[in-house]
């Protein structure tokens, strides 16, 4: 069993930066492939990024390409969200999740455990 706790969210301006992260305890993370999702109001749940076990293999949704960097620090326990250059639509309650296997997945119900999520809000 993990707990996850996602923190970081709150208000920024379009065009600025953000950072989340996701502190695991109960067991060590580097046991879980680790992905960030986001859910806007009327809208499911979808996948914002995701990281093997190890962190060497990354996967971004279309619409956050070449601006939201993931990333983990096994000695941490700690899973990152970097997101730069955010825009309006970014706004979303941010789930951070996390899945017993090697490679993460764009699949919500692949992934065993989840954070209680932390909001963004960009202002236009």
């Known amino acids: 069993q993990v707990q996850l706790v996602e923190s970081g969210g709150g208000l920024v301006q379009a065009g600025g930066s953000l950072r989340l992260s996701c502190a695991a305890s109960?067991?060590?993370?580097?046991?879980?492939?680790m992905g960030w999702f986001r859910q806007a109001p009327g809208k499911e749940r979808a996948l914002v990024a995701a990281?093997?076990?190890?962190?060497?293999?990354?996967y971004y949704a279309d619409a956050v390409k070449g601006r939201f960097t993931v990333s983990r620090d096994n000695a941490k326990n700690t899973v990152y969200l970097q997101m730069n250059s955010v825009k309006p639509e970014d706004t979303a309650l941010y789930y951070c999740?996390?899945?017993?296997?090697?490679?993460?997945?764009?699949?919500?119900?692949?992934?065993?455990?989840w954070g209680q999520g932390t909001q963004v809000t960009v202002s236009s």
């Open positions: 999740a996390g899945r017993s296997h090697s490679r993460g997945s764009y699949v919500p119900n692949d992934y065993d455990y």
């Open positions: 109960g067991r060590t993370l580097s046991t879980y492939a």
């Open positions: 990281i093997n076990r190890s962190g060497d293999t990354t």
